[in-house]
């Protein structure tokens, strides 16, 4: 799939595990865990899906897949079966997100920096979030509007060990963005966003949580942890 050039659908798809399914015995808990990697393997030949755990570190899901498709009907059927199989029968939806991956209004040519998320090997973690802007920041002059965005990508581009990727959302979702941040070095991040906090955009910020920070981890180690393998 060349996800720059086909405008692939994104999917984040965070899951919330029953706690119940704890304390099935061994034996089920691990069926479940085969049953729905086995499911997890069969998207793969339709869908791209890296995967990531968010165990014990939010309240309201414990796994976060970050998926790429072709077309809405392929990630829906693909979702339907990871949830009816095995471990996906315990699992409730917590946050999902749709996005479409388009050419930038700002930005002529994508560096390394904003293609790394489709590109190579994956970073240790992933922060994703949906983006919603004011109304005032549509009607402001285009003009103002580029200057704002100039400021926003020159502060971005100063973190180069932090990837970025935005996905449009208007018109499929609640969100009008999805943003998504791929890093190995947390801390640096966290500069990132004090940085941009003080930036004139921020004005036009309406809401940008829940903010979901995934560890990137295989789909049979996440299940490990879990206690499904």
């Not at 969100?175 to 036009?204: C, H, K, M, N, W």
Request: with cysteine; net charge negative.
């Amino acid at each position: 799939m060349d996800a720059l050039n086909g405008h692939p659908y994104v999917h984040v798809l965070a899951l919330k595990l029953d706690a119940a399914w704890r304390r099935r015995s061994d034996v089920e808990r691990v069926a479940d865990g085969v049953a729905f990697l086995e499911a997890h393997g069969r998207a793969g030949s339709r869908v791209v899906t890296y995967t990531y755990s968010m165990i014990g570190t939010r309240t309201d899901a414990e796994l976060l897949l970050w998926r790429l498709g072709g077309s809405m009907e392929e990630l829906e059927e693909t979702a339907g079966d990871l949830l009816r199989t095995g471990l996906g029968r315990w699992c409730a939806v917590a946050h999902s997100m749709i996005g479409l991956v388009r050419p930038s209004s700002y930005v002529k040519e994508r560096t390394p920096q904003e293609e790394a998320m489709f590109t190579g090997q994956r970073s240790r973690y992933l922060i994703v979030y949906p983006f919603v802007k004011s109304t005032e920041w549509y009607l402001l002059p285009d003009d103002d509007r580029r200057r704002q965005m100039t400021e926003h990508i020159r502060i971005g581009r100063r973190y180069p060990m932090v990837q970025q990727l935005l996905a449009y959302s208007f018109g499929l979702d609640d969100q009008e963005f999805i943003v998504a941040y791929e890093t190995d070095d947390l801390p640096a991040f966290q500069d990132l966003v004090r940085e941009l906090r003080s930036s004139e955009g921020r004005r036009a910020t309406v809401r940008d949580v829940p903010q979901l920070v995934g560890i990137h981890r295989p789909m049979d180690e996440i299940l490990r942890l879990l206690g499904g393998a």
